[in-house]
Each structure stands twice: as C-alpha cells, then as structure tokens.
C-alpha cells in the first residue's frame, strides 16, 4: 500500500481524486497504528507482570533463607544449597555467595537460553543478593522439623514465582538443561545427581541429621516450586474415538461447557479389521471435571475409546473461561 501511495506520488497521479485508494491508505496507516499500539500495550504489560513476579520471589525467597534456613544451617538443593553450605562452613557472607555462584550459571543461560532470560536472571539473582543483605528478617522458629518445612516451602515459593516471570534465581535448572543435551538425557535426573552430590557433602561435612532435614527443606521446596508453575487446577487432554463423534462434541459444548477439536483419522484393528474414516474428538477439562466426562461419553457410547493425558497449562480457549458445571 505504501509502495502505491509513493508510485502515484513520483508519476504526479492527483491523488486526491482517488477517494478508494485514500480511503485504504487511511485504513492501513490506522490500522498499522492499532497493531503497533497493541504490541506496546502486551509488551508493556507483561514486562510489568514479570516485574511484580520476580519483586514477589525475591522477597519470599529471602524469608526462606534469612528466616528459616540460615540460622539454623539448613540446606537446600541447587546453587542455593551450596551458597548455604559454603555460608555455614565459612564467613563468606550468603548475599556474595548468592551472586558468585550463580555467575557461571547466568552465563550459561546466555548462551542456552537466551539473552532476554539471562538479563532477568541476573536482575533477580542481583535483587535476591540485595535483599538478603539489606532487609532485615526475624528468626521465625528454632523447631527443625518447622524450619525445614516453612523454609522449604518460602523458598520454593519464591523460585516458582521468579520463574512464571521468566527467571530463576537459582541456577541449577540452567546447568541441568545444558548436560542433558551433551549426555542425552532428561533434565530431572541431572538435578538429583547434583542435589545428591551436595547433600552427601553437607552429610559429611556439617551432620547426618542436618543432612535429612535439608533434604525435608527440598522436598518442600520442590513441591511448592511445581505448584506455583504448575497451578492449582491440573489438566487432562482427552482423546475420544467413538462412531457416535457428533453426539459426544454436543455433550461436551453443552454439559461440560467446553470447546474441542475434530480429527480426521482412520480406525481399524488386527490384520483384517474394518478400517475406515472416523472422527476423532479431543478436548481438554479439568482432573475435577473428568469422572463426569467420562461418565457422559459411557452413557453415549460404552464402547468408544478414551486416551487421557496430564496437560501441564493451558492458555486461550474456553478452559479457563467458562464455570464448572455440576
């Protein structure tokens, strides 16, 4: 359009006359104007979301380690647990340790990753130094069993939260993502072989008994962190074949409330089963809404064939949408 618009301007065509080409201009310039704002609002937004997640994990996460861990000379996983251990073994203080040990990691997230994740993770590793070294926490309870829980579960709080705003602040998860590309193999498993290396040292070197409630402070850890990346609600995708496709789609719009997605497959079994065209449903609901999903399809077709697999997030659509419906 643009193009046009100087073509006519270098040729001398009147443009003025030319209501139709004037008028599309105006629609493309406003509309190119609605797109460019459009981004800059997304943009914007996220980049204030990210900020508000990260400010929140940082915070929750030095409680974990100022109110809970560090005094009594817990540990935890990861480049944290071994900031910690170093802390405890030395009089290094925690905030340098933090942000020394982390250096590799953020660089390697660089590289890995990308440049706009190792800017955050830097940021956020920087503001968890600062805080652990400015802001001053009370000791909240001198109860191991206490401390390895409610520290485990802050400082989980704090890593989930830091990474639905695109970091971390600890850099483990990085190192273990880069190994598993160089040794084939998964990204969980790194994880335990590091976490197992460090508390077997903080076994040694400090005691057994911190050694196990350490590794309590991680589970704790660990199970926040999934449920704060992870949500609440856990997803189920569900793959339905059935010769009655079209009944089932209409149960699901209108029972359940959700959307779906049509397939065009073939069905067949053994070496001389019918094979012919079917449709295949696939839809995605709740683990609350699932018994009464299947319940539904069996009243419709008690022979259909149901696939169900854990769906980690979901986003757009009607799934988050639309209330459950009894």
Not at 14 to 24: A, C, E, N, Y
Not at 99 to 125: D, E, M, S
Not at 148 to 153: D, S, V
């Given at each position: 359009m643009l193009?046009?618009?100087?073509?006519?301007?270098m040729t001398?065509t009147?443009?003025?006359?030319?209501s139709?080409?004037?008028h599309?201009l105006r629609?493309?310039?406003?509309s190119d104007?609605?797109k460019g704002?459009r981004e800059?609002?997304?943009?914007t937004?996220r980049?204030?979301?990210d900020f508000?997640?990260?400010?929140?994990?940082i915070?929750?996460?030095a409680?974990?380690?100022k109110g809970f861990?560090?005094t009594?000379?817990?540990?935890?996983?990861?480049a944290?647990?071994?900031?910690?251990?170093?802390s405890n073994?030395t009089?290094?203080?925690?905030?340098?340790?933090i942000?020394?040990?982390?250096?590799p990691?953020?660089?390697?997230?660089f590289?890995?990753i990308g440049?706009?994740?190792?800017v955050?993770?830097?940021l956020?590793?920087l503001?968890?130094?600062?805080?652990?070294g400015?802001?001053?926490?009370?000791?909240?309870?001198?109860?191991?069993?206490?401390?390895?829980?409610?520290?485990?579960f802050?400082l989980?709080?704090g890593i989930?939260?830091?990474?639905?705003?695109g970091?971390?602040?600890?850099?483990?998860e990085?190192?273990a993502i880069y190994?598993?590309?160089?040794?084939s193999?998964?990204?969980?498993?790194?994880?335990?072989l590091?976490?197992v290396?460090?508390f077997?040292?903080?076994?040694?070197?400090?005691?057994v008994e911190?050694?196990l409630?350490?590794?309590?402070?991680?589970?704790?850890a660990?199970?926040?962190?999934?449920?704060?990346v992870?949500?609440?609600?856990?997803?189920i995708?569900?793959t339905?074949?059935?010769?009655?496709s079209e009944?089932?789609r209409n149960?699901?719009?209108?029972e359940?409330g959700?959307g779906?997605?049509?397939?065009?497959g073939?069905?067949?079994?053994?070496k001389?089963g019918?094979i012919k065209?079917?449709?295949?449903?696939?839809?995605?609901?709740?683990?609350?809404?699932l018994?009464?999903?299947?319940?539904e399809i069996l009243?419709i077709?008690d022979?259909?064939?149901?696939v169900m697999?854990?769906v980690k997030d979901?986003?757009g659509g009607m799934?988050?949408?639309?209330?459950?419906?009894n």
């Amino acid at each position: 359009m643009l193009f046009a618009f100087l073509k006519k301007v270098m040729t001398g065509t009147p443009i003025r006359k030319d209501s139709h080409f004037i008028h599309r201009l105006r629609l493309y310039l406003k509309s190119d104007w609605r797109k460019g704002f459009r981004e800059y609002k997304i943009f914007t937004l996220r980049g204030l979301k990210d900020f508000i997640l990260i400010s929140m994990g940082i915070f929750s996460a030095a409680f974990g380690l100022k109110g809970f861990l560090l005094t009594n000379q817990f540990i935890d996983g990861g480049a944290t647990g071994i900031s910690l251990l170093i802390s405890n073994l030395t009089d290094i203080p925690l905030p340098l340790l933090i942000l020394t040990i982390n250096i590799p990691f953020v660089l390697l997230g660089f590289r890995v990753i990308g440049h706009t994740f190792a800017v955050k993770t830097a940021l956020a590793i920087l503001g968890l130094a600062l805080v652990l070294g400015t802001v001053p926490y009370p000791d909240v309870t001198q109860d191991h069993l206490l401390v390895a829980i409610f520290g485990g579960f802050f400082l989980g709080a704090g890593i989930g939260l830091s990474v639905r705003g695109g970091a971390v602040i600890d850099g483990t998860e990085v190192l273990a993502i880069y190994l598993s590309r160089k040794l084939s193999t998964t990204i969980g498993d790194i994880i335990i072989l590091i976490n197992v290396l460090i508390f077997s040292t903080a076994a040694y070197l400090l005691s057994v008994e911190i050694a196990l409630y350490s590794l309590i402070t991680y589970l704790a850890a660990s199970k926040t962190l999934d449920f704060f990346v992870e949500g609440l609600e856990e997803y189920i995708g569900v793959t339905i074949i059935s010769t009655r496709s079209e009944t089932i789609r209409n149960m699901i719009v209108n029972e359940l409330g959700r959307g779906f997605t049509i397939y065009q497959g073939r069905r067949g079994f053994g070496k001389k089963g019918e094979i012919k065209d079917i449709e295949i449903v696939y839809t995605v609901v709740t683990r609350l809404e699932l018994n009464k999903l299947n319940s539904e399809i069996l009243k419709i077709d008690d022979d259909a064939f149901i696939v169900m697999s854990n769906v980690k997030d979901t986003k757009g659509g009607m799934i988050k949408k639309r209330r459950l419906k009894n």
